[in-house]
Each structure stands twice: as C-alpha cells, then as structure tokens.
C-alpha cells in the first residue's frame, strides 16, 4: 500500500526523531548508516513515484543533518 505525503511525512519526522537514540546505539558508523537505510527502505518502498523523489530529498537532508553524506556508501550485509 502506498503512503501518502501526510504519511510520508510523519514517518520521516519519527525517523528523525529516533536519529539521537540510533546514533547512541549504534557506536560504528556502518552499523548507524546500516540501520538508518533500513529505517529508509521501510519508508520507501511504500513512496508512489510522484513522491519518490521528494522523499529521498528528506531523507538526504536527514542524513546532512547528522554529518552524513548522502553519497557515502551504506556497507550493509544483504
């Protein structure tokens, strides 16, 4: 099921607010980029393509955020 921009938007603000707890458990860059693209991909994967590209801009902007490039590679098992 698709989600819409409302919902879109609340699971990017829960995202976001969930980066401080994540960045504390997980102490490794890789693990903390692992487990955020997994935060990513359940948001995604329910994105319609008039608002993929949208949701990946907040997603990058999340990222920047936090002192993480949106170009760095995510080193994920799978």
Known sequence: ???TRAQIQE???ALSAAMSRMI???EDR???LC???GQADEITDHVGEADDVWANQKLDALLKAYG???EDEIPCDG
């Open 68 to 70: 993480f490039s949106p």
């Open 1 to 3: 099921m698709l989600l």
């Open 24 to 26: 504390k458990e997980h």
């Open 11 to 13: 699971k990017l603000d």
């Open 35 to 37: 487990a955020f693209a």
């Open 30 to 32: 890789g693990d903390l």
